[in-house]
């Protein structure tokens, strides 16, 4: 995420608007997860105009794999497919 942010944001100003979807795995649960997203919701409010149109969270994932065997992973394709 951190990386992501770095590289983005010498170009942010020239992304204009956007829908956002934050799918995210993580080793630990979704209330960490929630309160590691500070830094990426504050890099999103700088657009020019957004609309946070999607979150989808694959707590506890601990091995690479895993999360292919949890729901949100079929969750994560049908949400890609409709956009």
Do not use: C
């Not at 010498?10 to 630990?28: M, N, R």
Request: net charge negative; no cysteine.
């Amino acid at each position: 995420m951190k990386t992501f942010i770095d590289r983005t944001y010498p170009i942010w100003q020239h992304l204009g608007k956007k829908e956002v979807y934050y799918i995210i795995s993580a080793g630990l649960g979704e209330d960490i997860i929630e309160r590691s997203l500070g830094d990426l919701n504050g890099f999103v409010e700088h657009l020019e105009e957004y609309r946070i149109a999607g979150k989808l969270y694959a707590a506890n994932v601990m091995d690479a794999g895993l999360v292919k065997n949890q729901s949100i992973f079929q969750k994560a394709y049908d949400m890609g497919y409709s956009i």
